[in-house]
């Protein structure tokens, strides 16, 4: 069992940069592949980027590729995502999730812990 929770969201101008943390309780992060996920609004939830287990190997999805980073410390069982540039689209609940898949996995269904999400509003 993995509890995760996030932080680091909330309300920010258009064009900020706020980094959301997500730390595991329980177990260590060290096994699991990471991910961030959003969902906005009446929309389904979509990945954002996903980080391997110790390589540090990385996969974006096209949403926030290019102005967003993940990057996680396994001693701190922590994983981040540094979102830059933000945009009023950008605007949804992001979470973290943690699955035992070593493949980058995209799925959804492949993740097997979440948090409970942080709200982050852009606002023009």
């Known amino acids: 069992q993995v509890q995760l929770g996030e932080s680091g969201g909330g309300s920010v101008q258009a064009g900020g940069s706020p980094r959301l943390s997500c730390t595991a309780s329980?177990?260590?992060?060290?096994?699991?592949?990471m991910g961030w996920f959003r969902q906005a609004p009446g929309k389904e939830r979509e990945l954002v980027a996903t980080?391997?287990?110790?390589?540090?190997?990385?996969y974006y999805a096209d949403s926030l590729k290019g102005r967003s980073t993940i990057s996680r410390d396994n001693a701190k069982n922590t994983v981040y995502l540094q979102m830059n540039s933000l945009k009023p689209e950008d605007t949804a609940v992001y979470y973290c999730?943690?699955?035992?898949?070593?493949?980058?996995?995209?799925?959804?269904?492949?993740?097997?812990?979440w948090g409970q999400g942080t709200q982050v509003t852009v606002s023009s």
């Open positions: 329980q177990r260590t992060i060290s096994s699991y592949t």
């Open positions: 999730a943690a699955s035992l898949w070593d493949t980058l996995p995209r799925e959804r269904y492949r993740y097997t812990y």
């Open positions: 980080i391997s287990m110790t390589s540090g190997r990385t």
